[in-house]
C-alpha cells in the first residue's frame, strides 16, 4: 500500500478557524441580527409610501412618521381583538371561587372535593410562575417592538444614502487575497 500524506496549509487552518469564529460570532449576534432583517424588511414593505409622500411635497421625516404611525395603529388595531379573550379570562377569575363553591356543594363531589381543592393549588401556584414569565416575555417583546420601530424610522430616513451604498458595494465588492 502506498503511503499517502494529507498536506493542510496553515492558511486553510487559519481560514477554517476564522469561519467558526465567525459563525460563532454570528451565533451570539442572531437576535440583533434578525431584528434588523425585520426593520429591513419593513422600510422596504413602507418605502414606496413615504415615497408617494415625497413625491405629494410632504418633507420626508413627517412622511416616515405618518406611515410608521398608520403601522401601529393597525398592529394595535389587531392586538385589541386579542384583548376581548383575555377580559373574558379575567372575569373567569374573578368569578371562579363562586363557581368552585358550588360545585363543592354537589352531593355527587363530596369525596372529590380535596382532591379539586389540591388539583387547583397545584395549577394556581404553576400559574404564578408562569405570570412571572409571561411578564418578562412581554416586557422584552416590547423592547424588541421599539427597536424594530427606530431601526425602521433611522433605515427610512436614510434610505436614498443606503441604496447609493448597497449598489456600489454590489458592483464593486471587497477582493479578497
Request: glycine residues 4%; without cysteine; aromatic residues 10%.
Amino acid at each position: 500500500m502506498d503511503d499517502k500524506q494529507l498536506i493542510i496549509s496553515l492558511r486553510t487552518i487559519l481560514l477554517f478557524l476564522g469561519t467558526l469564529i465567525g459563525l460563532w460570532v454570528f451565533w451570539l449576534i442572531r437576535d440583533v441580527v434578525l431584528i434588523f432583517f425585520i426593520s429591513l424588511i419593513l422600510a422596504l414593505t413602507l418605502e414606496p409610501f413615504v415615497e408617494w409622500l415625497d413625491n405629494r411635497k410632504i418633507p420626508r421625516p413627517i412622511s416616515v412618521v405618518v406611515n410608521v404611525l398608520v403601522v401601529i395603529l393597525a398592529f394595535v388595531g389587531v392586538g385589541s381583538v386579542a384583548v376581548i379573550p383575555l377580559q373574558q379570562i379575567s372575569r373567569l377569575i374573578v368569578s371562579l371561587p363562586s363557581y368552585l363553591d358550588s360545585l363543592t356543594k354537589l352531593p355527587i363531589l363530596d369525596g372529590f372535593q380535596i382532591q379539586l381543592n389540591d388539583a387547583i393549588y397545584a395549577q394556581l401556584s404553576q400559574t404564578t410562575g408562569n405570570i412571572v414569565t409571561a411578564t418578562l416575555g412581554a416586557f422584552s417583546g416590547l423592547l424588541t417592538v421599539v427597536v424594530v420601530i427606530v431601526f425602521t424610522v433611522y433605515i427610512l430616513l436614510d434610505f436614498d444614502n443606503l441604496r447609493k451604498m448597497f449598489i456600489s458595494f454590489s458592483l464593486n465588492p471587497i477582493r479578497t487575497m
